[in-house]
């Protein structure tokens, strides 16, 4: 972990515990790969062991943690082979909800998104990743919602775990983060036009980028680490 956590008040509760632990993992407090050392997180967080095994099995099930039999758990690492299947269903999943959600939403849902868009353009006018990200991702699951469809709004939320760190990271880069800034511009307005194949394709488009960039990434961290 990079540094301490603020703690969380008692009494708390697992799930809780879970969304901390999931900023972390996300934010790459916790590194892909690295193991869940519980004595820290207990002592960084002020829980005890029962609040956090509870919320590690949780992010077990949404795809964020591995637990090894015997050897606790640990954050995690896709690589290059599943980062691409990943984001293939993604980039799938996505289009589905923008195709949908252009035929069903309402103006409120639509006045809502372009709210949280604005918000999202402050925080990247400030350079602020991580108010940027939950911003971002919240206009994503929006869309997702708007789409009307639980089933596919469920088969989302599950993919969409597994690549939130990774998403995260792809924003690093000055260049690409202003590439995907102009990619949610364009959803948005294709969404205020209810223009549904427009939609589809721009985010078909911003997750192949993000795919991309992400493949850079690991390409360039593999080329990095000692032989």
């Known amino acids: 972990m990079s540094q301490q956590a603020p703690s969380i008040p008692r009494p708390v509760l697992h ?42 099995k949780m992010l077990a099930a949404e795809g964020l943690v591995e637990l090894l039999p015997n050897r606790g758990s640990v954050a995690v690492q896709l690589d290059e082979e599943d ?3 990943t984001f293939e269903v993604m980039a799938g999943l996505e289009a589905l909800s923008g195709q949908l959600a252009a035929e069903r939403i309402g103006a409120a849902e639509v006045a809502e998104i372009e709210a949280m868009h604005f918000e999202m353009l402050a925080a990247y006018t400030r350079r602020d990743l991580s108010t940027y990200y939950r911003l971002n991702a919240a206009i994503h699951r929006a869309i997702n919602v ?3 469809n639980p089933v596919l709004t469920s088969t ?12 995260f990271r792809s924003n690093q880069d000055g260049e690409k983060w ?3 800034v102009a990619e949610h511009e364009a959803m948005v307005a294709a969404l ?6 427009a939609l589809a394709r ?12 992400v493949i850079e990434q690991i390409r360039a961290a593999q080329n990095a680490s000692p032989t």
């Open 15 to 56: 799930e809780q515990v879970a969304a901390r632990l999931r900023q972390m993992l996300v934010e790459g407090d916790i590194a892909p790969g690295a193991k869940l050392n519980e004595r820290a997180l207990c002592e960084a967080l002020r829980i005890s062991r029962t609040p956090l095994r509870e919320a590690i």
């Open 192 to 197: 205020k036009a209810r223009d549904g194949a």
């Open 156 to 167: 989302y939320n599950q993919v969409n775990a597994r690549l939130q760190a990774l998403r």
């Open 146 to 148: 708007a789409a009307g």
């Open 83 to 85: 980062v691409r299947h």
């Open 178 to 180: 202003q590439r995907a």
């Open 202 to 213: 721009v985010l078909t488009q911003h997750l192949h980028h993000k795919r991309d960039v």
